[in-house]
């Protein structure tokens, strides 16, 4: 409720216009923000005599604009009953303050309001520690640094780059068909339901490939950013940007040229608004082709015939913007049965001020008088698995080396073993024993060798959660402590980090779940796969960062007869059209040649 601190779940039927489920949720249970309360927010911070008084002892030029950032007020257990904002304050450039776009994270003031929802005012006003140490020093005339900014038209722009035109004169290879709220898109085999909400943004329904059923649904679950300053206020900031704000509601507009290249398809979608209306959301998510380079090559060195064959992606791409960062999130898939899912993280770095000549071990200065913090991107994809039904199991194979016998005499032998995981719980991939997660059907066996079917999952390492075990941040991103979570399924849980993040205090999420200990073999269950970035920030991550990668696959292991991509139409000049540059350009270090009908051929030996 408004001006309240008090939170109602609550469920209309929209065709009766009857609520059908009312509940006031307890203590510590808050609802998320939403952009229109968000930009209030920044207004009541700026507006507040307290904030300006305090504005005015930094002696900023005449003219400064400040921009307030307003952040989820985070946990620590001291005074958080109440739903805040804690706002951190920067200027513009200002030599010129009318620049819209001016990257104020580049100039970060000593002032951070906090503000209470439950009457919209400034409760707090806290100055900002700007040492080595937890020393708050009195307000006073603040040193002016120069800009940083990223904006094109401040760059001095490379004349050397020629275009690169992604052209498919025939059209793209797939298809969208809309059916009711969402789409049905289909390619190269692959088939497959494409929904969109305000909280996980794009999902998956019935993924299929070549009529087999793969997963039921496929999303993004959770996200959590927790940052390593342990000084207040910087100790509480641990975003959880799905549940605190929502990656649909936080979706970009997808430009043509420049968000996604070739021919391409735009799903839109309509979301709901805080006061129960509409918000279109146009070109949230982007569908095109792209060449992936190689899929799979042999030459036979006796005739030099080559077999080669390129593999082409289909991508689904949506792009968020959550205040200071982006995330290009993307479902690709492949001919070869592979789906992935990508993440790209870019955007600015978080940023507070620093004194001159002060160096700090949790953050890194990349600009004169700022200081961007080490933090942690921990990301869960959840994966609901319907592998040719919906009895499943998990199982993980280990590589051991074989002890040295009559049969292993030169010690060189190694063997694989498969465990079934039993019942729900957190599990940790090992690369010291190659430890590969699959889900199986073991009712489904290959027609080849008899084993069950089944899809792997290769996971990139990371560093999990580093706070400790007693601290808000680990009691609250459930999620980030395990490679692997595996629960029994049940309706309504679907965020890894429980569905209430904001100022949450833990114990709703799949943690929680998993410790219920349940048989999760050949049973309807839920993997949540994770991944994450320990960013130590550099200074060529500002002002505004390459995009840092990462890659969930998940691949067949024994579903086929024979490398599916078989069928692919081998790769011939006459279909690519390539070009050959001038030896001005380009001096060839191998000689090759083209045979007949423009197949392609190996080296001449």
Not at 186 to 198: A, E, L, P, T
Not at 458 to 467: C, V
Not at 503 to 525: M, Y
Request: charged share 25%.
């Amino acid at each position: 409720m408004r001006a309240q601190n008090k939170f109602h779940e609550a469920i209309v039927d929209l065709k009766s216009g009857r609520v059908v489920h009312n509940m006031l949720l307890g203590p510590f249970v808050h609802a998320n923000g939403d952009g229109e309360e968000i930009v209030r927010i920044e207004k009541i911070a700026l507006e507040d005599e307290g904030v300006k008084e305090a504005i005015a002892k930094l002696q900023l030029p005449e003219g400064t604009v400040v921009i307030s950032d307003p952040w989820i007020y985070g946990s620590d257990g001291v005074d958080d009953e109440e739903r805040l904002y804690q706002c951190f304050l920067y200027m513009r450039d200002p030599l010129n303050p009318s620049e819209a776009d001016s990257n104020h994270y580049a100039l970060p003031l000593p002032i951070s309001p906090v503000i209470t929802t439950e009457n919209m005012k400034v409760i707090r006003i806290d100055t900002l520690p700007t040492g080595p140490d937890n020393e708050i020093k009195p307000l006073g005339k603040w040193p002016i640094h120069p800009p940083n900014e990223y904006i094109p038209e401040h760059q001095s722009l490379r004349t050397d780059l020629k275009p690169l035109n992604v052209v498919q004169p025939e059209g793209a290879s797939f298809t969208v068909t809309s059916e009711g709220t969402s789409n049905v898109l289909q390619w190269q085999k692959w088939k497959f339901r494409v929904g969109f909400n305000q909280r996980e943004g794009m999902v998956l329904y019935d993924v299929r490939y070549d009529g087999r059923s793969l997963f039921y649904r496929m999303s993004l679950s959770d996200m959590n950013i927790p940052y390593a300053d342990p000084r207040h206020p910087f100790h509480k900031k641990s975003a959880f940007d799905l549940g605190d704000a929502g990656a649909g509601i936080m979706a970009n507009n997808l430009k043509l040229g420049c968000d996604c290249l070739g021919s391409i398809y735009y799903l839109d979608a309509v979301l709901s608004d805080d006061k129960g209306g509409v918000i279109p959301m146009e070109n949230c998510v982007c569908i095109h082709e792209q060449d992936a380079g190689i899929g799979w090559k042999h030459t036979n060195y006796r005739t030099g015939r080559a077999a080669v064959a390129r593999s082409r992606e289909l991508v689904l791409q949506s792009i968020i913007t959550v205040s200071n960062y982006e995330y290009i999130l993307a479902f690709i898939f492949n001919q070869a049965g592979e789906v992935d899912y990508e993440i790209r993280a870019t955007g600015i770095l978080s940023t507070q001020p620093i004194d001159e000549g002060v160096e700090v071990p949790f953050g890194t200065v990349v600009h004169p008088g700022v200081l961007a913090v080490h933090h942690q991107h921990i990301f869960s994809l959840r994966v609901d698995p319907f592998l040719e039904g919906p009895n499943n199991r998990l199982v993980y194979d280990e590589a051991f080396p074989m002890p040295r016998s009559d049969f292993n005499p030169h010690g060189t032998g190694y063997y694989v073993q498969e465990t079934v995981v039993e019942q729900s719980g957190g599990y940790d991939i090992d690369y010291s024993t190659n430890r590969t997660f699959k889900i199986q059907n073991v009712d489904k066996r290959n027609p080849v060798n008899g084993k069950p079917v089944a899809y792997k999952i290769q996971a990139p390492p990371f560093q999990k959660i580093l706070s400790d075990r007693d601290s808000f941040n680990y009691k609250r991103a459930e999620f980030s402590d395990h490679n692997i979570y595996v629960v029994k399924y049940r309706d309504d849980e679907l965020y890894a980090g429980g569905k209430y993040t904001n100022q949450s205090r833990g114990g709703t999420g799949v943690r929680a779940w998993a410790d219920r200990k349940e048989n999760v073999r050949d049973e309807d269950f839920v993997v949540y796969i994770q991944a994450g970035i320990n960013h130590v920030p550099r200074i060529e991550d500002f002002p505004v960062m390459p995009c840092e990668i990462l890659k969930i696959h998940m691949k067949p292991a024994n579903f086929f007869d024979k490398n599916p991509a078989l069928d692919v139409p081998p790769s011939e000049q006459s279909f690519n059209k390539s070009t050959l540059v001038s030896e001005q350009h380009h001096q060839p270090s191998v000689e090759t040649t083209v045979g007949q009908g423009g197949a392609c051929c190996g080296p001449k030996l």
